[in-house]
């Protein structure tokens, strides 16, 4: 069992407390095993085994994270955003390969709709007040089949599947195996020097890479616990604080500069609750931001720098009292750092683009051979993953980011292509042409613009191709200007360019 998560909790004491929530009473690690166990023998029962798939569908809260942890250790989790449309789920579930999915007792949204129009089981997780955070029990909708591989998934079985936008319209499928998991949370332990004496407040999203392996994950690998959030609210955060009284939080950079704006009205709550550090991670931490967070919660800020095909960590500063850098996303914490040639497969000790290489890594793109092409060389006898952003080590080996060769919108974190909401602009039946680009932002460091061009003798306003989008995909894709151009511009060879679009409408003042 070495290298799988369920090794990764099987030598705790079992009554550390693990998982925790608002008005809950504490899951401890003995529960935490026997749940595991227990979620194990009902999947295999409904003929579930370790390499099956099951799409994952909750609300952020204790029993997500839990029944990511214990479903990995029967089969592979594939968590799946609840803000997701029905057209959306149909396309995911089908893509996965899914054969069930979990979602709450009495849930009957959109990806319900979805797995039953593609004949996919549907598994209820029910909960008991009384009963500990995370805790729960699994109930089909229906018979299911009862023969099912129940071995214990192994090191090089997946434990976790995600989508990961590319720079074509479809997502590209990320497995990681349960090594890959494993090392990526031991990683994030050494780095940050997680014992069981900390506890992590999480408000990050858990159907992305950041908070399952970064919160969660990394938490159970010290023996520490986790207090889990319903989500992100600025408005609640420092109440929960008060109650969870933790030792650090992550989180994304618009959440941190959220958490400023009220800071000064909590200044009792920060100075009761020291905490012994924050986390900054998915997007670039402006350096003001960071000197801020160090003055107002006198604590250190730890940049990170993760993607999906890494489970997350691949840089990170490090801990006083080394120096944290501002404008850095810090030195190696896992994985090996390089640089390599953007058009060759060779590493230098020059500015380009950041490869790694490490047992966090993926192994590769599913059903992707063209991108597993592009991806992955090898070069000085180990195999290196193009990350796709452009950077520099300098002398004491921090990782400063210059910036991304992709063409993939960073959100505020949410990481999206914009071929796919291309694809989805052009099924309105008055748009002739589109592209969709990133309009500089000052608090979500890129928001979602499209350029469109509509069909000859029809009519459509901004509204009614947002709106119309607003029906088709998830809120964060939707762009938030659009403009209705007579012309795209175009390059040289005549195609339509993403890069740099917004300056060439005059949106921003280039630099």
């Known amino acids: 069992m070495s290298g799988t998560l369920k090794a990764l909790i099987a030598d705790h004491d079992e009554t550390l407390l693990a998982i925790g929530a608002p008005d809950r009473e504490w899951l401890t690690y003995g529960g935490l095993r026997d749940l595991a166990a227990s979620v194990g023998r009902t999947l295999n029962g409904l003929g579930i085994g370790a390499k099956d798939r099951v799409a994952i569908v909750l609300p952020n809260g204790p029993e997500m994270a839990t029944a990511f942890i214990t479903i990995a250790q029967a089969a592979v989790t ?7 449309r029905e057209e959306e789920y149909v396309f ?26 593609n004949g996919i089981s549907i598994l209820r997780l029910k909960t008991d007040a009384s009963a500990p955070a995370g805790h729960f029990t699994l109930e089909p909708d229906g018979e299911m089949s009862s023969s099912a591989d129940v071995r214990q998934p192994s090191h090089d079985d997946i434990a976790l599947i995600l989508h990961t936008s590319g720079t074509t319209s479809r997502p590209k499928i990320v497995p990681l195996m349960q090594s890959n998991v494993v090392a990526s949370a031991e990683h994030i332990k050494e780095t940050l020097q997680l014992t069981r004496d900390d506890r992590c407040m999480n408000v990050m999203p858990l159907f992305h890479i950041h908070g399952l392996i970064a919160a969660v994950t990394a938490s159970l690998a010290a023996g520490a616990s986790i207090w889990c959030a319903p989500g992100f609210d600025a408005l609640r955060f420092f109440g929960w604080m008060k109650d969870a009284r933790p030792t650090w939080y992550t989180a994304v950079p618009t959440m941190h500069q959220a958490l400023l704006t009220r800071a000064s009205r909590n200044e009792d ?10 986390r900054s991670s998915s997007a670039s931490l402006p350096a003001q931001v960071m000197g801020e967070l160090v003055a107002t919660f006198n604590a250190p800020v730890i940049e990170a720098y993760g993607m999906t095909e890494a489970a997350h960590q691949m840089t990170c500063n490090p801990l006083p009292p080394r120096a944290q850098k501002p404008g850095s996303v810090g030195i190696a914490a896992g994985p090996l750092v390089r640089i390599a040639a953007e058009l060759e497969n060779t590493l230098i000790n020059d500015a380009g683009e950041v490869v790694i290489s490490g047992p966090n890594v993926t192994l590769g793109y599913e059903s992707n051979d063209e991108a597993n092409q592009s991806s992955f060389f090898v070069a000085e006898g180990k195999r290196w993953f193009r990350t796709g952003d452009r950077g520099l080590l300098d002398d004491e080996g921090y990782l400063r980011l210059t910036g991304r060769l992709k063409e993939i919108i960073n959100r505020g974190g949410e990481k999206i292509s914009p071929l796919e909401v291309d694809g989805v602009l052009m099924d ?21 613009a499209a350029a469109v061009v509509l069909r000859e003798g029809m009519e459509a306003t901004e509204r009614d191709i947002r709106d119309f989008a607003a029906t088709r995909m998830a809120d964060f894709k939707v762009p938030r200007k659009v403009l209705i151009l007579d012309e795209i511009p175009k390059g040289a060879t005549g195609k339509m360019q993403r890069i ?3 300056q060439k409408l005059g949106l921003v003042t280039s630099a």
């Open 78 to 84: 594939a968590p799946l955003n609840p803000a997701y």
């Open 428 to 448: 309105h039946p008055a748009v002739a042409q589109v592209v969709t680009f990133a309009l500089p932002h000052p608090k979500l460091g890129e928001e979602v």
């Open 92 to 117: 995911y579930l089908d893509d996965l390969k899914a054969k069930a999915l979990v979602v709450l007792e009495g849930d009957e949204g959109p990806s319900v709709a979805a797995a039953r129009a």
């Open 269 to 278: 709550v920060i100075k009761n609750v020291p905490l012994r550090f924050l």
């Open 500 to 502: 740099g679009l917004a």
